[in-house]
T-cell receptor
Framework: KNEVEQSPQNLTAQEGEFITINCSYS?????LHWLQQHPGGGIVSLFM???GKKKHGRLIATINIQEKHSSLHITASHPRDSAVYIC????????????FGSGTQLTVLP | NAGVTQTPKFQVLKTGQSMTLQCAQD?????MSWYRQDPGMGLRLIHY???????DQGEVPNGYNVSRSTTEDFPLRLLSAAPSQTSVYFC???????????FGQGTRLTVV
């Protein structure tokens, strides 16, 4: 079983819809990252959070440490939001780098 | 402000050839790492470094070498390329693993 599980694997939405991508993890963590990988391949960090909620524009990320779960929400989705969204965790007490989920491919149709 | 610069963007190698993927960052980050990305598997850690002169293995280190002689540079060497090393490679850096990570643009490597 992967230490970081994302759902759904693929998601197709109509422009304007509210989107939720989920991330569950099975290890203790000190931080969780949400990343966006553009169709051209580049990876951009969207959020880094260790508790609570963060908001940037139409993007909202939440984390529940007790339930070992995080969600990424996109409000008023747009075709330019089409990308792969990746959840990654930094395990507690480990010098290792991040452990990644396999990603969620989001397609927003006009 | 260049961030993380990774070269080359594309490379085709023959089985048995060796090559070096370059990664440089200008943010004075201590932590640097190399990942490979394969379809359906997500990013997997190859090697990482917590500072100049210090490197360690990740999940999939076999067939790869790294060194960290300076804070800025973290090259990844393929010793004898194999078709199983066909993948997209990403270099990343951060002040520490819990801080925001910055990624290079990726290298698409094909081994024939």
């Amino acid at each position: 079983k992967n230490e970081v599980e994302q759902s759904p694997q693929n998601l197709t939405a109509q422009e304007g819809e509210f989107i939720t991508i989920n991330c569950s993890y099975s290890v203790g963590i000190s931080a969780l990252h949400w990343l966006q990988q553009h169709p051209g391949g580049g990876i951009v960090s969207l959020f880094m959070l260790s508790s609570g909620k963060k908001k940037h524009g139409r993007l909202i990320a939440t984390i529940n440490i007790q339930e070992k779960h995080s969600s990424l929400h996109i409000t008023a989705s747009h075709p330019r939001d089409s990308a792969v969204y990746i959840c990654a965790v930094k395990q507690s007490g480990s010098a290792r780098q991040l452990t990644f989920g396999s990603g969620t491919q989001l397609t927003v149709l006009p | 402000n260049a961030g993380v610069t990774q070269t080359p963007k594309f490379q085709v190698l023959k089985t048995g050839q060796s090559m070096t993927l370059q990664c440089a960052q200008d943010m004075n980050h201590e932590y640097m790492s190399w990942y490979r990305q394969d379809p359906g598997m997500g990013l997997r850690l190859i090697h990482y470094s917590v500072g100049a002169g210090i490197t360690d293995q990740g999940e999939v280190p076999n067939g790869y070498n790294v060194s960290r002689s300076t804070t800025e540079d973290f090259p990844l060497r393929l010793l004898s390329a194999a078709p199983s090393q066909t993948s997209v490679y990403f270099c990343a850096s951060s002040y520490e693993p819990s801080r925001k990570a910055f990624f290079g643009q990726g290298t698409r490597l094909t081994v024939v």
